[in-house]
T-cell receptor, first 112, second 113 residues
Framework: QQQVKQSPQSLIVQKGGISIINCAYENTAFDYFPWYQQFPGKGPALLIAIRPDVSEKKEGRFTISFNKSAKQFSLHIMDSQPGDSATYFC???????????FGTGTRLKVLA | SQTIHQWPATLVQPVGSPLSLECTVEGTSNPNLYWYRQAAGRGLQLLFYSIGIDQISSEVPQNLSASRPQDRQFILSSKKLLLSDSGFYLCASEGQGANYGYTFGSGTRLTVV
């Protein structure tokens, strides 16, 4: 019940296209779902996060869609740019605890 | 906002040598602190977390240990490194307020040879 499954492992998208990364969790106690962006040789940086009281959250070109009944959430990157090329991690956890469970990461490459 | 300082950025150590990686946090007090390891092309593995001075929890039995001698200082150590200890080590601090989530340091690339 502690896993967060992330797919795909890698993704290649043309410039201007939509990048979609999916995550699924098992523990129904999880109520915080962040996404992190990591460039090579750097630590991950918080990109966007959602709580299950909303089904969608948008920040600029980045959107999280959340499906509570299916226990799935996804990251959509609209108008993908070469500068978006990075590894993306989803995570999940319950509020008030000290640990989030991370997905295994998706390496995104946006072709110019 | 929080800032995490991690050093060194890269480290090459022989098998059997000791290790000490240090992480300090600015911009917050009494943070929850974490050590993660990321193997090449892999996800993030939680190694240790700390909710306060001298309060350390270990997630994975291993060759490493952690200490928190001060509120905003977190140290990862080993007495004798193994080849399998190679990886990218990340320190993280948990955010405060409505914007939860971690702030990560820039990481230490450790290669054990």
């Amino acid at each position: 019940q502690q896993q967060v499954k992330q797919s795909p492992q890698s993704l290649i998208v043309q410039k201007g296209g939509i990048s979609i990364i999916n995550c699924a969790y098992e523990n129904t106690a999880f109520d915080y779902f962040p996404w992190y962006q990591q460039f090579p040789g750097k630590g991950p940086a918080l990109l966007i996060a959602i709580r299950p009281d909303v089904s969608e959250k948008k920040e600029g070109r980045f959107t999280i869609s959340f499906n509570k009944s299916a226990k799935q959430f996804s990251l959509h990157i609209m108008d993908s740019q070469p500068g978006d090329s990075a590894t993306y991690f989803c995570a999940a956890g319950p509020s008030g605890t000290y640990k989030y469970i991370f997905g295994t990461g998706t390496r995104l490459k946006v072709l110019a | 906002s929080q800032t995490i300082h991690q050093w060194p950025a890269t480290l090459v150590q022989p098998v059997g040598s000791p290790l000490s990686l240090e992480c300090t946090v600015e911009g917050t007090s009494n943070p929850n602190l974490y050590w993660y390891r990321q193997a090449a092309g892999r996800g993030l593995q939680l190694l240790f977390y700390s909710i306060g001075i001298d309060q350390i929890s270990s997630e994975v039995p291993q060759n490493l240990s952690a200490s928190r001698p001060q509120d905003r200082q977190f140290i990862l150590s080993s007495k004798k490194l193994l080849l399998s200890d190679s990886g990218f080590y990340l320190c993280a601090s948990e955010g405060q307020g409505a914007n939860y989530g971690y702030t990560f340091g820039s990481g230490t690339r450790l290669t054990v040879v």
